[in-house]
């Protein structure tokens, strides 16, 4: 059988981390939705910068609108960008229905530029949301500081929302009670909550990429052996250790008696969503964090090499809570060696946010180089 549509009888949902104009149009994805069970599409800027500017399927469209004087860089990506996530969510319709608006959604991030502006994401997610124009659609929102209470204000709004950029438990325990704070406002002003949904994105193998480098760095530094071997020890194991410990706090959460409340009017629970699953090392296994955070009421996000090589020698097993134990003690390791998760967390959200902003910046500019902005 094919082991990604086994992941469904984990509880575990298959998303892609990838959208390109020709995916939808060759009926590609189609047939990942009936072939490989997909059950939505994650994006981001940096994916529709790839999309756009290294492939010729929006070639007609942008000679179109370069014609448009009134239309600028900006106007033009998202032309271009709506498009894509209506129609990806026409494909995926189907999907909305039958799961009973669990999966079937295709996500669509606010400008990178307004990540640390609470009122602008507020104001850009709700213009996204009406332009976009289809129930299974999220509106990606980083979980920045600021991010966070446009998450609430979104959610007690109707509008569903995926929380991106997660890496720490900490803001984990922020996002997860904003998403309740936001159910319970859209409750007492008579709103349906059975028409909400959410995921919180925890990213994950940059999580090793960075820690591997810092624990490297301190092998060669360290003149004790013990601690060359506590350090050897955690090598590729905190990211794993880092989302199986906060999937034991959604199940808590989601199990409280202020959650049931919500639950008896048909609330569903924010999933956690794995993303930057694709292995960077190339020491580990290559669909390592696909086989080891699998687990019911979870989303994996897989950019298309990923989902591939899973369904050519992906192993599935009930793993997302195995050696829990073992994990506690790999954090513990981490606090004794004195490297701070906080410190690296913050760093990577950081990172992932210049990167979006960076990716984002040069696809404006290859618009603008292409001579629309103005034209």
Same mark, same amino acid.
């Given at each position: ?116 502006? #609470? &009122?602008?994401? @507020?104001?850009?997610?709700?213009? $996204?949301?009406?332009?976009? =124009? ?6 990606? /929102? ?33 996002? #997860? &009670?904003?998403? @309740?704070?936001?159910?319970?406002? $859209?409750?007492?002003?008579? =709103? ?6 959410? /995921? ?176």
């Amino acid at each position: 059988m094919n082991p990604l549509l086994m992941l469904k009888e984990y509880g575990q949902s298959v998303w892609l981390d990838y959208i390109q104009r020709g995916l939808i149009t060759t009926g590609e994805l189609r047939r990942f939705v009936e072939e490989y069970g997909l059950g939505g599409v994650t994006s981001n800027p940096a994916i529709f910068e790839k999309a756009i500017t290294g492939s010729a399927d929006y070639a007609d469209m942008l000679d179109t609108l370069q014609q448009k004087k009134d239309m600028d860089a900006m106007a033009i990506y998202e032309y271009l960008a709506i498009r894509d996530i209506q129609d990806a969510a026409d494909v995926l319709m189907p999907v909305y229905e039958k799961t009973g608006k669990r999966d079937g959604y295709v996500c669509l991030e606010v400008s990178p530029f307004l990540a640390n502006e #609470t &009122q602008g994401t @507020i104001v850009e997610a709700r213009r $996204l949301w009406k332009a976009v =124009g289809r129930q299974n659609v999220m509106v990606k /929102v980083p979980a920045t500081s600021e991010g966070i209470p446009a998450i609430e204000q979104l959610i007690s709004e109707g509008i569903n929302v995926n929380v991106t950029l997660l890496f720490s438990r900490e803001t984990y325990e922020h996002v #997860t &009670q904003a998403y @309740i704070n936001g159910l319970e406002k $859209l409750a007492s002003r008579g =709103g349906d909550v059975r028409t909400i949904a959410s /995921v919180a994105s925890f990213f994950v193998s940059r999580i090793d990429t960075l820690l591997d480098s810092i624990i490297e760095a301190r092998v060669k530094t360290s003149a004790h052996a013990n601690e060359q071997a506590l350090l050897q020890g955690i090598m590729g194991k905190v990211a794993i250790a880092n989302a199986r410990l906060t999937y034991q706090r959604y199940k808590e959460i989601f199990r409280g008696d202020r959650w049931q409340k919500l639950a008896e009017k048909g609330a569903q629970t924010q999933r956690v969503l794995w993303a930057s699953t694709s292995t960077k090392n190339p020491k580990y296994r290559d669909v390592t964090y696909v086989e080891e955070l699998i687990g019911p009421d979870t989303v994996n996000t897989m950019p298309l090499s990923t989902i591939e090589a899973f369904r050519d020698h992906g192993r599935p097993r009930a793993s997302l809570e195995e050696n829990i134990v073992a994990a506690y003690d790999t954090m513990k390791t981490l606090e004794q060696l004195d490297i701070s998760m906080k410190e690296c967390t913050d760093n990577l959200l950081r990172e992932g946010l210049r990167l979006f902003a960076d990716a984002f910046g040069k696809l404006l500019n290859a618009l603008d180089t292409r001579g629309i902005k103005g034209a």
